[in-house]
């Protein structure tokens, strides 16, 4: 009888000892799922990180005097002060080291206007695209291709 007490107290131990197993296995996976659940909730729930432009890059073009052709009064006087607004400083160096050619091609298309098309706000926006325009011809060979976005006048007087 002795032997059948200690086989059954064996098996208690082991079924007493599976049972913590399973239960610890069981508590194990509820935190794993609740954990995850939690890291997938804060994720969502994190604010998303700010998107943020890039700076301009500006070149500015010192201002232009120049006579052009009147009206009944006689010639008139132009004062134009620009900016262009560039993508890259790749193109931002090569119209700084331009300049005079710039300036000089500016120069001949200011010259060139009239007082009836510099007054109207549709004149202008005309202007500010033939001032795009002048980058087409190249300013040096071989010329990477300009990145030029915007034409800003800062000045602009007719007298």
Excluded: C
């Amino acid at each position: 009888m002795a032997k059948s007490s200690t086989s059954s107290g064996k098996k208690w131990l082991l079924v007493v000892l599976l049972m913590v197993l399973v239960s610890s296995a069981t508590a194990a996976g509820v935190y794993l799922l609740m954990d995850t659940g939690s890291q997938a909730q804060a994720a969502e729930n994190a604010e998303p990180e700010p998107v943020t432009a890039p700076d301009p890059i500006f070149v500015k073009i010192d201002p232009f005097t120049v006579n052009i052709s009147g009206d009944d009064y006689g010639n008139r006087f132009l004062y134009i002060g620009l900016t262009l607004q560039v993508a890259d400083e790749k193109t931002r160096d090569l119209l700084i080291n331009h300049m005079p050619q710039v300036r000089s091609r500016m120069l001949m298309l200011f010259a060139d206007q009239s007082v009836e098309d510099l007054t109207s706000p549709d004149g202008k926006t005309r202007l500010s695209a033939q001032v795009m325009s002048l980058f087409d011809a190249p300013l040096t060979e071989p010329q990477p291709e300009l990145a030029i976005s915007d034409v800003l006048f800062t000045d602009f007087i007719v007298q």
